[in-house]
């Protein structure tokens, strides 16, 4: 079943040397692995990673995206750049097709959280909140675990906090 308002992805390009440059450049994958959806039309949810998953961020990202539609080019996110697939992966290569849960080679939790986000829009977002309140509640664990070891490696002193500066 095609997806509408989706785009197959992968989540990392290959690079090839430019000569000219003197850099790498992004190009398709040769071996993309598990195929994702990226769902365009849905909310991505709150910011996850900081400033990249701002909502302004992904606003222009995803515009300049579906941009690559007119000049019928995939479109090749940089290092930083990425967008959320329908499973949670970070996703670098959006094609221009539209994700197909028929295909060969998909992967499994995108194409079963892609129906669900057009049989029922209220599980999937329901979902959605779920995953992104556990990475959250996962950020903040890591954030803890962090600042104690910080504070164990200045002795028994502890530290001021940057706001108390």
């Known amino acids: 079943m095609k997806v509408a308002n989706s785009r197959a992805a ?46 302004t961020e992904l606003a222009r990202l995803r515009r300049w995206i579906l941009g690559q539609h007119e000049r019928h080019e995939t479109a090749l996110l940089e290092d930083d750049g990425f967008v959320r697939a329908a499973c949670g992966s970070r996703v670098r290569v959006i094609y221009l097709h539209p994700f197909d849960t028929a295909n060969v080679g998909v992967c499994p939790k995108c ?7 057009q049989t029922d829009p209220d599980e999937y977002d329901r979902q959605i909140k779920a995953r992104n309140e556990r990475w959250a509640k996962l950020d903040e664990e890591r954030y803890d675990e962090d600042d104690l070891q910080r504070q164990e490696s200045y002795g028994t002193d502890p530290i001021d906090d940057d706001e108390q500066l």
């Open 10 to 55: 992968a989540c990392s390009p290959d690079t090839k040397w430019d000569p000219i440059t003197k850099y790498r450049q992004p190009v398709e994958p040769a071996d993309p692995g598990p195929i994702h959806a990226w769902l365009y039309s849905a909310d991505p949810g709150p910011p996850i990673e900081g400033f990249l998953d701002r909502p």
């Open 111 to 117: 194409a079963s959280m892609a129906v669900l986000w």
